[in-house]
């Protein structure tokens, strides 16, 4: 299959084709990538992420007695987090604020990877009917604290369970369309035997974070590379600021990840009732109500501050 044909039915497969004309123009991202498949994919996964974030929340039955609210809510509360990221990246690098947007990126793949490993824990003990590991692993990614109990998830655990969502999305598609292992093939034979770094290895998910926590601590890249001496203003300066921009808007490319987990999680408070179960004398079935659905309102469990 011809490299031309394998982009074609990429793009006829994440079905971007017919939108690209209707998407509201990203101009910090035409300006970075120049085509408008890039351009059309990034505002397609802003778009999903906003449904996500501003969907009401709402159970077939009466989830009181059940930790079932403060799940779905923090479920939301990472779309909404990333909604606001992604947005601040994009702000930043319009008004060519290359550091600030790079150091937001690396706390959005951040947010991404502790979503996804949440919805994917969450999902697990559901299907294993257990009760106790879920609300032990909720309280912790809710209300973890470092130096007291509960204690908090550690974000190298996210970025770890985040690496491997994203190798195995990088393999199918090379399995499919072979783009990376031809690619390697191409730079190998081209550099006179030398090993080099695979094409999937440079474009990870791992390597964009880690690049982008080299200029998010204060060390020499990060600080007087990029904020020199007027006078050491050269090309070199201004294509490692390019660089960073991409690297910047690359990081919003990681929400297909938690996008991903948002959808496989939707029917969890349903999935719950039927593994685990509700209180008895608490359940309040919207048929029995003449209704399809009941609208719970909002409320919030009053939490006890730190001492």
């Not at 159970?59 to 939301?76: H, I, V, W």
């Not at 909404?80 to 992604?86: D, E, P």
């Not at 793949?109 to 003990?125: H, P, V």
């Amino acid at each position: 299959m011809s490299h031309g044909i394998a982009v074609i039915e990429l793009w006829n497969e994440w079905g971007w084709a017919s939108m690209v004309k209707d998407v509201a123009r990203r101009a910090v991202v035409e300006q970075i990538y120049g085509n408008a498949l890039a351009e059309a994919r990034y505002t397609q996964i802003e778009n999903d992420l906003r449904k996500f974030a501003s969907e009401d929340m709402v159970f077939a039955f009466d989830p009181s007695g059940t930790q079932l609210f403060s799940l779905m809510e923090l479920r939301q509360s990472y779309a909404r987090r990333s909604v606001h990221l992604v947005e601040s990246i994009y702000l930043l690098l319009e008004a060519d604020e290359v550091i600030p947007a790079a150091i937001i990126g690396r706390s959005l793949i951040e947010t991404i990877a502790m979503g996804a490993l949440f919805l994917s824990e969450m999902n697990d003990c559901v299907r294993a009917t257990n009760k106790e590991r879920l609300e032990l692993r909720l309280t912790r990614f809710f209300a973890g604290v470092a130096g007291r109990d509960p204690k908090p998830i550690h974000v190298m655990d996210a970025i770890r369970h985040l690496h491997k969502l994203d190798a195995e999305y990088v393999a199918h598609l090379d399995r499919k369309f072979g783009f990376f292992s031809e690619l390697d093939k191409m730079r190998q034979s081209r550099a006179n035997g030398e090993p080099i770094e695979s094409h999937a290895d440079l474009l990870s998910m791992v390597s964009v974070y880690d690049k982008l926590s080299e200029i998010a601590h204060p060390n020499g890249a990060g600080v007087q590379y990029l904020y020199p001496d007027p006078q050491n203003e050269d090309a070199k300066v201004k294509d490692m600021r390019q660089y960073y921009k991409r690297l910047a808007v690359s990081a919003t490319w990681q929400c297909k990840h938690l996008l991903e987990a948002l959808e496989e999680t939707r029917n969890l408070p349903e999935q719950y009732r039927s593994n685990i179960g509700t209180p008895p004398m608490q359940i309040r079935d919207a048929r029995l109500a003449g209704r399809d659905e009941l609208s719970i309102p909002v409320y919030r469990r009053t939490r006890r501050q730190p001492s």
